[in-house]
């Protein structure tokens, strides 16, 4: 494909629901980035994939967070039981590298919850 | 930690006036700045990154490690610079951004 793309663009789930939201990558990217996006804030970090590794997960707000990427290209994030305050765009990035190199972004999913 | 600060939410320029999107960083060492844009209804996508030395669409940024600073600027700016602009920080060696809280450009006829 052209670029990373995400699935779905929008998700409204209710409080306690569990959501997952999908991420294919350029073809070719060994790295893989999630990012969590708040109103009014920049990106922050979630977690990271080298190929199939996770190699930090140091940025997910919870153990109700869980990415995965069990074939080292699509990704999934999944929230389980969520919370109003995981209202956010959840952002995935993919480099060739991943070090010191340029992300690249896919157009994100706008999650909702009631 | 490190940090980087965008102190103006929203900057307001007339057309043809020089533009500077102020960045400041906190980190010890000597970081890989970049800046991303994303205009209306588009990705995120780099704009340009220090190490390049080169110039976007008009815009430069330089890194001065003295004010800890990369500010972009754009000595005329054009109505179609009209975006958000986030200025992102990554240890060397090391794969993870952090990013400023944006910075909103609105260029007026």
């Known amino acids: 494909g052209a670029g990373v793309s995400q699935s779905p663009r929008y998700k409204v789930a209710k409080r306690g629901q569990d959501v997952a939201l999908r991420c294919d990558p350029i073809?070719?990217?060994?790295?893989l980035f999630w990012y969590q996006q708040a109103l009014g804030q920049g990106p922050e970090f979630l977690t990271y994939?080298?190929?199939?590794?996770?190699?930090?997960k140091s940025g997910l707000p919870s153990d109700r967070f869980f990415a995965e990427r069990p074939e080292g290209s699509v990704s999934t994030l999944k929230i389980q039981r969520t919370q109003q305050e995981d209202s956010a765009v959840y952002l995935c990035?993919?480099?060739?590298?991943?070090?010191?190199?340029?992300?690249?972004f896919g157009d994100g999913t706008r999650l909702s919850i009631l | 930690a490190q940090r980087v600060t965008q102190p103006e939410k929203l900057l307001s320029v007339f057309k043809g006036a020089p533009v500077e999107l102020k960045c400041n960083y906190s980190?010890?060492?000597?970081?890989?700045l970049f800046w991303y844009v994303q205009y209306s209804r588009q990705r995120l996508q780099l704009l340009l990154r220090h190490i390049s030395r080169e110039s976007i669409k008009g815009f430069t940024a330089d890194l001065n490690k003295g004010e800890t600073s990369f500010h972009l600027k754009k000595p005329f700016a054009q109505e179609e610079d009209s975006a958000m602009y986030y200025c992102?920080?990554?240890?060397?060696?090391?794969?993870?951004?952090?990013f400023g809280t944006g910075t909103r450009l609105k260029v007026l006829a």
């Open positions: 990035a993919s480099s060739y590298t991943g070090i010191n190199q340029p992300q690249h």
């Open positions: 992102a920080l990554s240890e060397p060696g090391t794969y993870k951004y952090i």
């Open positions: 980190y010890s060492g000597s970081p890989e």
């Open positions: 994939f080298q190929n199939e590794a996770q190699l930090d």
């Open positions: 073809s070719g990217h060994v790295s």
